[in-house]
């Protein structure tokens, strides 16, 4: 069946670097895609989302783009801080339907 | 304002015990749903409420686990019997708007279950 997946599960970035999460999917009837973080002992945090009008968005320090063509999502991180240390993952919705991604785990050194 | 609450925030548990794991959604959001996170894995979807319709219970992994959710609002998650592959973080999300819309959910920290 179709899946949301990732392509990296570990990200290793130095503080202060941008980082950029990736993220594919294989529903081409996906209209809505989400990222989320979630750290340690937590439950998921809404991070920016992002519907299939469009191609770019941004919130702060936070950027996701959306190829359609390719079925690629990724989320890009601005000056990342050691407080982003986290698992991002992707959710995308498919008409009745939230499907989540495994996740990527993002780590900032100091 | 508030958001989704769960608790307890961990539970440890006998083999073959039954344990009840309980989530308060955001007030006013009408959709709740529950996932199983098992350790680096995504989440799986267990069971979706959405006002007062008929849940959709097609995510429940066999007829020990069980949901109800009362008056619409605070919901619980029973699981009999629990063996140790129930171990696992138990998540509660709720969501404004029911499926089909445009929604995000908004997930509660946890319950952390751990069968000995």
């Known amino acids: 069946g179709e899946s949301v997946g990732l392509h990296l599960p570990t990200l290793s970035v130095q503080e202060g670097d941008n980082s950029i999460i990736n993220c594919a999917y294989s529903?081409?009837?996906?209209?809505?895609f989400i990222w989320y973080k979630q750290e340690s002992g937590k439950g998921p945090q809404f991070i920016i989302d992002?519907?299939?009008?469009?191609d770019k968005r941004q919130g702060q320090r936070v950027t996701v783009l959306l190829n359609k063509t390719v079925k690629h999502l990724s989320l890009q991180i601005a000056a990342t801080q050691p407080g982003d240390s986290a698992v991002y993952f992707c959710?995308?919705?498919?008409?009745?339907?939230?499907?989540f991604g495994a996740g990527t785990r993002l780590t900032v050194k100091p | 304002g508030a958001g989704v609450s769960q608790s307890p925030s961990n539970k440890v548990t006998e083999k073959g015990k039954d344990v009840e794991l309980r989530c308060d959604p955001i007030?006013?959001?009408?959709?709740l749903y529950w996932y199983r996170q098992s350790l680096g894995q995504g989440l799986e979807f267990l069971i979706y409420?959405?006002?007062?319709?008929?849940?959709?219970k097609s995510g429940l992994p066999s007829d020990r686990f069980s949901a109800e959710r009362t008056g619409g609002s605070v919901s619980t998650l029973t699981i009999q019997r629990t063996q140790q592959e129930d171990s696992a973080v138990y998540l509660c999300?709720?969501?404004?708007?029911?499926?089909?819309?445009?929604?995000?959910?908004?997930f509660g920290p946890g319950t952390r279950l751990l069968v000995l």
């Open positions: 409420f959405q006002g007062n319709s008929a849940p959709d």
């Open positions: 999300a709720s969501s404004p708007a029911g499926r089909g819309k445009r929604w995000t959910q908004y």
């Open positions: 959710a995308e919705n498919m008409s009745n339907d939230m499907r």
């Open positions: 529903n081409s009837a996906s209209d809505y």
């Open positions: 007030s006013g959001h009408t959709a």
């Open positions: 992002i519907r299939s009008n469009m």
